[in-house]
């Protein structure tokens, strides 16, 4: 919708927009499988990063809406897992080059913002390593196994760790220093 603008210059429709595509879409579907679902069942939502962090770029209310979202989670683990039995959980994967994600900022001759964001990651985080889909498949795998049959309500960072950073080791002010 209007993810690639500035968030002061949102509208209200593409903001909601962005809440419901994000965040309600998690609530509705968790309404209608949930009492469809086996006991000990799990469901998983895809965040981002953007829910706490600024990250310029990343607009039209997303960063808002993945908020709601990792919200929604705890409040859906603790409903859907005294009612249907079930754990609900979301995982917030760091930078990956994928069709929707390389749409995103895309100018004839420049990097695509997830270009940028891959290369920022590499360069800042603790595990300097490209992240691949089968990363974040085999983290949804192991949150949908009964090895993780007490994890619920939980924001699973699939990142090379870049959200435990404070600091970009890449910054101009850091130049020079070893």
Do not use: W
């Not at 964001?117 to 949804?140: C, E, H, M, T």
């Amino acid at each position: 919708p209007e993810v690639t603008k500035p968030l002061l210059e949102t509208s209200r429709k593409g903001y909601l927009a962005a809440a419901s595509a994000s965040a309600y879409s998690y609530v509705s579907l968790v309404q209608k499988f949930g009492p469809l679902m086996n006991e000990g069942g799990s469901a998983l939502s895809l965040t981002y990063i953007a829910s706490e962090k600024v990250i310029p770029g990343y607009g039209g209310g997303m960063s808002s809406a993945k908020a709601q979202l990792e919200s929604d989670t705890r409040t859906l683990a603790f409903e859907a897992g005294r009612k249907h039995g079930i754990r609900i959980n979301t995982i917030s994967a760091g930078p990956l080059k994928s069709r929707a994600a390389s749409a995103i900022g895309k100018e004839p001759g420049q990097k695509t913002f997830i270009e940028y964001a891959i290369d920022y990651s590499k360069a800042n985080a603790p595990l300097a390593q490209d992240l691949y889909s089968d990363d974040v498949g085999n983290s949804a795998l192991f949150l949908c196994s009964p090895m993780a049959r007490t994890v619920t309500g939980v924001t699973l960072y699939v990142d090379n760790g870049l959200h435990a950073m404070g600091m970009a080791l890449d910054s101009q002010s850091m130049a020079g220093r070893d």
